[in-house]
């Protein structure tokens, strides 16, 4: 579909805006580029009001990696398209949730896409940055919101000891579900937005809502009938969910911690996602000039961790299965390294990463030295992003205070062979008072003894290859397609047996 000429005054931003369409235009393929036209029809189409076109709010998510990067650049060319054809155009409102786990340096991403893009100068962006239950201006100096960083690093770490340092559950569980409530609070503010533009399928949208449909109606969390319909009740069971696995992670008595991973539901009656899946290619090798050299998209060595290009967590879940090779099964870091990274490449070869990404994850993590280099490097992100020594993280990996201390003899003979077992116990059993042994306790574990009583009253969750018992914390990932089984060893000399592994 061709432009045709100007045919309403102009306005003046129109020298701005023509010259970012002009940049835009100039970098994308002519295949995106009429995606896009296509794409920038069927959304006026969609809008409230067809005539006033700034009085439209979308809400775009942008999670600062290479496909949220592109995408933001193509609903960018959808919006200068439509004031091409209309001389007005509709209000973007952008909103990025930031974690721990996210590095300044995708936040520096964010930022050049930002001066890319000319959203910071023009009036009908709205960027956004939500910091846990905080919606902010985006600027990239802000520094990480403390109260977030302290959330973050008690959900891995409880839930880290829950299932030994599996990777998905210690680290995603969390983090997606304060995913879906930055999408609340930013659809809700400021009086609301119109319409959510993703680049999921309609296919895809439609399994997520039956998914949180079918776990909220397993475990008994659905919203009453008549608070069912749309996203807002998508978001209402979803809160429904995150409340009920926070309680069991956290325990019942953390009710201010429990309250702070509330799910917003404050948002328009009737939302309606718009989905750019069909009108685009999503291959990051097919638009690489775009990413690299117009929004200037960095691969950094911590940012960009195996299928991630926006966090470094699965970097961590790396650390986490050397450590457990090292610390539980007594063989080396470089072997459980080697073997996580064998699976996460197998990954990046599922999503069709370009070779030129999986190439560089395997220099970053083969040669002399390159163990210990990762290692060095992920014991700093570690500190500097959530507060956690190697010493917090080895303790998690072998689980030791969880379902009544079940690991808890083996563990201190591997690690702290002089405290005795029976103290410990009558420790977190309640039966013994020794302020020496508790600040012992929470040096290596990170955690408070109140904290390390939940764990010891709480179920040990074990990847398994069979079907899960029915606990809300095996289930969130019930199906996650980022699992696979592997051959390893669980002693250095030990035969060779199959073991479920998860990542990203």
């Excluded at 995603?172 to 995913?179: D, F, G, H, P």
């Excluded at 090292?326 to 996580?340: I, K, P, V, W």
């Excluded at 379902?403 to 013994?432: M, P």
Aim: glycine share 8%.
């Amino acid at each position: 579909m061709a432009l045709g000429v100007l045919e309403h005054p102009l306005t003046r931003f129109e020298g701005q805006r023509a010259q970012a369409f002009r940049d835009l235009r100039e970098v994308m393929s002519a295949e995106n580029y009429e995606g896009a036209v296509r794409c920038a029809v069927r959304l006026h189409a969609e809008l409230p009001d067809k005539t006033r076109l700034e009085r439209n709010v979308v809400l775009v998510a942008y999670g600062g990696g290479k496909d949220s990067s592109y995408t933001l650049a193509f609903v960018r060319a959808m919006q200068l398209i439509l004031f091409q054809i209309h001389g007005s155009t509709f209000r973007m409102r952008v909103a990025t949730n930031r974690h721990a786990g996210m590095p300044r340096a995708v936040m520096e991403n964010i930022d050049r896409a930002y001066r890319a893009l000319n959203l910071f100068d023009d009036p009908e962006c709205e960027l956004l940055l939500i910091d846990g239950q905080q919606v902010k201006a985006f600027d990239v100096d802000l520094p990480q919101a403390a109260d977030v960083v302290e959330r973050n690093r008690l959900d891995i770490l409880m839930t880290g000891h829950r299932t030994a340092g599996d990777a998905r559950p210690t680290f995603c569980n969390a983090c997606n579900l304060s995913m879906v409530n930055s999408f609340g609070l930013a659809a809700g503010h400021d009086g609301g937005v119109d319409l959510i533009i993703t680049g999921d399928s309609k296919q895809e949208q439609r399994d997520y809502y039956l998914w949180v449909s079918r776990l909220a109606r397993r475990f008994g969390l659905q919203p009453k009938p008549e608070d069912r319909r749309g996203f807002k009740g998508f978001l209402t069971a979803l809160n429904n969910i995150s409340q009920a696995y926070f309680a069991d992670i956290h325990g019942d008595a953390a009710v201010d911690l429990i309250a702070e991973h509330a799910i917003s539901t404050d948002v328009r009656t009737g939302l309606q996602f718009f989905s750019i899946y069909d009108d685009t290619a999503y291959a990051s090798g097919d638009h690489w000039g775009l990413l690299t050299e117009f929004l200037g998209f960095t691969f950094d060595d911590i940012a960009f961790s195996f299928t991630e290009s926006d966090c470094g967590n699965p970097a961590l879940m790396a650390h986490l299965r050397a450590l457990k090779a090292e610390r539980c099964h007594g063989r080396t870091y470089a072997q459980g390294l080697e073997e996580y990274v064998d699976f996460a490449v197998s990954l990046m070869h599922k999503k069709e990463f370009p070779a030129q990404l999986v190439a560089l994850v395997r220099e970053r993590y083969d040669g002399e030295g390159a163990a210990g280099r990762m290692r060095a490097a992920m014991d700093a992100y570690a500190r500097e992003a959530y507060g956690l020594t190697e010493e917090h993280l080895a303790t998690m990996v072998h689980a030791p205070f969880t379902e009544k201390g079940t690991r808890l003899a083996e563990f201190l003979r591997a690690e702290h062979s002089d405290l005795a077992a029976d103290d410990v116990h009558a420790l977190l059993g309640g039966s013994l008072q020794d302020a020496g042994l508790a600040a012992r306790l929470e040096r290596i574990s990170g955690l408070t003894v109140s904290q390390l009583q939940v764990l010891y009253g709480s179920s040990l969750r074990l990847p398994t290859l069979a079907p899960n018992s029915g606990e809300l914390i095996d289930s969130i990932l019930d199906g996650d397609p980022h699992k696979q089984v592997i051959r390893t060893q669980h002693t250095a000399d030990g035969p060779v047996v199959s073991e479920l592994i998860s990542g990203r």
